[in-house]
């Protein structure tokens, strides 16, 4: 669900450099412009769903990024670029709302968890696979007379517009969804957007998103730039031993999914299965705040990748949670809502990492608060959902 070309940033990002100068500020405006359509195309992009269906919706969203990701191959300067990262925003922030809808729609609660997380993990797939392939472009990719980064994101289109056709091909909606079945939802009983956003739970969970991603987001877009300038990485470095932390979110998304499983299967609770899954996996971030103290750049890639292990794996609990709270109808919405959050979240920690850097304050500070913040919101989510299970919604509250 999320754009390769973000992996290798550092490397893709000297590549950019050499044409169009990027600060620490205006390398996190240009993230923020990403993020912020990402965030209410999130929103906007579960609404669509939510109205022409997970199998056109997706179809729209993906042809609408895949160009995005193409443009750009195209531009001449800042403007341009951030041009090019407002569309990419909004092209890809239907993408885990559609995902959301397709597992509600295919599985029953019991193994929802774990089908989240082996989408999730497709992330880390190509977390894993692009870094040697945006070094091979890199270094021969000038073909037409043109730099060999705009040929990353021209390429990274053309892959988009192949995954549309599998798509169209191969995905059907069922007649009728397992939240249907299991829980008896008459297809007209769908909480408004307004119902959502006067509940204490959905206010939780949007602010556990917000926080969490907020450290999520420093982590995909500055981790390589951090790496480059505390223990001066090159292309190579990145291609061999960049992917690590990449894989380990993938092991992550997969591991939170199947054990949140598990422990249904063994007679526990939705409740309590979600949230010992999600303890487990908030236990693993604090150590990112050891980082600055690491000796050797293979401590740094262990930390950062028990830390993407730990994220990935609540990533795709809390992406579960909207299926074991809402009807199918309203689940773009929400899922639209949480995922709102968790892109402003992005925008508030890239701008106060790219202040704080510029400043001289070094990535002391905010490694040591980004650690901090999905053990807040854990905390969140606990004291907003004393008990995961569908919300109960007055007929007056639905459209």
């Known amino acids: 669900m999320r754009s390769p070309i973000s992996i290798v940033r550092r490397c893709l990002g000297r590549s950019i450099e050499a044409d169009i100068p990027i600060s620490n500020q205006v390398k996190a405006a240009l993230d923020s412009a990403f993020l912020a359509t990402y965030g209410l195309m999130y929103l906007g992009g579960g609404w669509l769903l939510d109205r022409i269906g997970t199998r056109r919706?997706?179809?729209?969203?993906?042809?609408?990024?895949?160009?995005?990701?193409?443009?750009?191959?195209?531009?001449?300067?800042?403007?341009?670029?951030?041009?090019?990262?407002?569309?990419?925003?909004?092209?890809?922030?239907?993408?885990?709302?559609?995902?959301?809808?397709?597992?509600?729609?295919?599985?029953?609660?019991?193994?929802?968890?774990?089908?989240?997380?082996?989408?999730?993990?497709?992330?880390?797939?190509?977390?894993?696979?692009?870094?040697?392939?945006?070094a091979l472009i890199l270094t021969h990719g000038h073909w037409m007379g043109l730099s060999s980064w705009r040929w990353v994101f021209f390429i990274t289109g053309a892959i988009g517009i192949v995954w549309v056709a599998g798509w169209w091909w191969s995905y059907r909606t069922p007649d009728v969804s397992f939240d249907q079945k299991a829980e008896h939802v008459p297809v007209e009983a769908v909480p408004s957007l307004r119902a959502l956003l006067a509940r204490r739970e959905v206010a939780g969970i949007v602010g556990a998103k917000f926080l969490s991603d907020a450290a999520w987001y420093f982590y995909l877009f500055w981790l390589p730039k951090y790496l480059f300038e505390a223990h001066a990485f090159d292309l190579k470095q990145a291609a061999s031993i960049g992917w690590i932390p990449y894989a380990a979110s993938g092991v992550g998304s997969l591991a939170g999914g199947y054990l949140s499983s598990r422990l249904l299967r063994s007679g526990l609770s939705v409740n309590a299965a979600r949230k010992i899954a999600m303890g487990i996996s908030v236990a693993l971030m604090p150590f990112v705040m050891l980082v600055p103290f690491a000796a050797s750049v293979g401590l740094v890639i262990f930390i950062f990748s028990l830390a993407f292990f730990g994220q990935q794996s609540w990533s795709t609990l809390v992406m579960t949670l909207p299926t074991d709270l809402v009807p199918r109808g309203a689940l773009g919405r929400l899922a639209g809502l949480v995922g709102l959050g968790g892109a402003f979240g992005g925008i508030a920690m890239g701008q106060a990492a790219g202040w704080m850097l510029d400043a001289g304050l070094g990535y002391g500070p905010v490694l040591t608060v980004a650690a901090s913040l999905h053990v807040i919101a854990f905390v969140l989510v606990c004291i907003a959902i004393p008990r995961i299970g569908p919300l109960d919604f007055s007929r007056k509250a639905f459209t």
């Not at 895949?66 to 890809?92: D, N, Q």
């Not at 295919?106 to 929802?112: A, C, E």
């Open 57 to 134: 919706g997706f179809i729209v969203i993906m042809i609408f990024w895949s160009l995005a990701c193409a443009s750009h191959g195209l531009a001449g300067g800042v403007l341009a670029l951030a041009a090019s990262r407002l569309l990419l925003g909004f092209g890809e922030g239907g993408g885990f709302p559609a995902a959301t809808r397709a597992v509600a729609e295919w599985f029953p609660v019991r193994d929802r968890a774990t089908a989240m997380g082996i989408i999730n993990a497709g992330t880390a797939v190509g977390a894993v696979i692009a870094p040697p392939l945006i």
